[in-house]
């Protein structure tokens, strides 16, 4: 449990000692068999660690070192939704309405609207500044939600995740990663590039998520022009770091068992005389 330290150990025992009367000169002390500490071997195998091993010199084990985590290489060619349609997975484009199957936020800054776009197809939803910009474009994001049927790769289909990006006009990049979002295949790519004689900033992620057996796509598109890049950051940035996907069918993180309670005394022994002095 979070907050408490439990300190559990077992009982030490001891036969008692009498005092002995003095002797002239000086007195040899024995050590009990048992007390005698235990010989350091040369060398010994760590348990669990095929190969490790403790040196007496070194006095601590190595620690183990954890295998990189797999690395997911950036696909040179193929757009997400090419790959899955050269893999027969279907995406069906999902309404924001009655939809549960995911919790998705997605912040509204102060000043943004939701807007119906007819040049945003397939969209889940899309909110744009409605007291900024500069008059020939709003800042904007656009969110689209697909559920894929059919079977594929989450991490090769993810692998494809900038091409879309990339394939636009004057693309730029500014920003890459394929790292893993809160768990899943995710890629996120940012940089500049050119629209009816404008140069847009765009941030652009793609996640597939988990909802029980089913698969979903989730994309979005937080834009703006190089101009209002500055202006907009706190909104875009807000909007960009505050995103959230989630599974509601996620099992919680499962708490560690209660430390063990100390042993108690073996029936017939005493507790350990205290030191005089001592409580």
Do not use: C
């Amino acid at each position: 449990m979070a907050g408490l330290v439990g300190f559990a150990g077992a009982t030490a025992t001891a036969e008692p000692v009498f005092p002995q009367p003095p002797v002239p000169g000086p007195v040899a002390v024995s050590v009990a068999p048992a007390a005698a500490p235990a010989a350091v071997p040369e060398s010994a195998t760590t348990r669990g660690i095929p190969g490790a091993v403790i040196s007496p010199s070194a006095g601590t084990a190595p620690a183990a070192v954890a295998p990189p985590a797999p690395t997911i290489l950036p696909a040179s060619s193929g757009t997400i939704a090419e790959f899955f349609k050269a893999k027969n997975v279907a995406m069906q484009p999902q309404v924001a309405r009655d939809f549960n199957a995911l919790n998705i936020t997605l912040p509204m800054p102060r000043g943004w609207a939701y807007i119906p776009d007819p040049n945003v197809p397939e969209a889940f939803a899309v909110i744009a500044d409605r007291v900024g910009g500069d008059g020939l474009y709003s800042s904007n994001a656009q969110l689209k939600v697909y559920k894929l049927i059919g079977d594929f790769n989450p991490d090769e289909a993810i692998s494809h995740g900038f091409i879309d990006s990339q394939a636009l006009p004057a693309w730029r990049s500014t920003d890459a990663s394929l790292a893993p979002y809160n768990g899943m295949p995710s890629s996120l790519i940012e940089g500049t590039y050119r629209e009816n004689s404008m140069t847009l900033n765009t941030s652009r992620r793609h996640v597939i998520a988990s909802s029980g057996p089913d698969r979903y796509l989730v994309s979005l598109a937080v834009t703006t022009t190089v101009d209002q890049a500055v202006p907009a950051a706190d909104a875009t940035d807000a909007i960009v770091t505050g995103f959230k996907v989630t599974s509601p069918t996620a099992q919680p993180a499962v708490a560690p068992p209660p430390p063990a309670p100390a042993a108690p005394l073996a029936p017939g022994l005493a507790p350990l005389p205290q030191p005089l002095g001592q409580p």
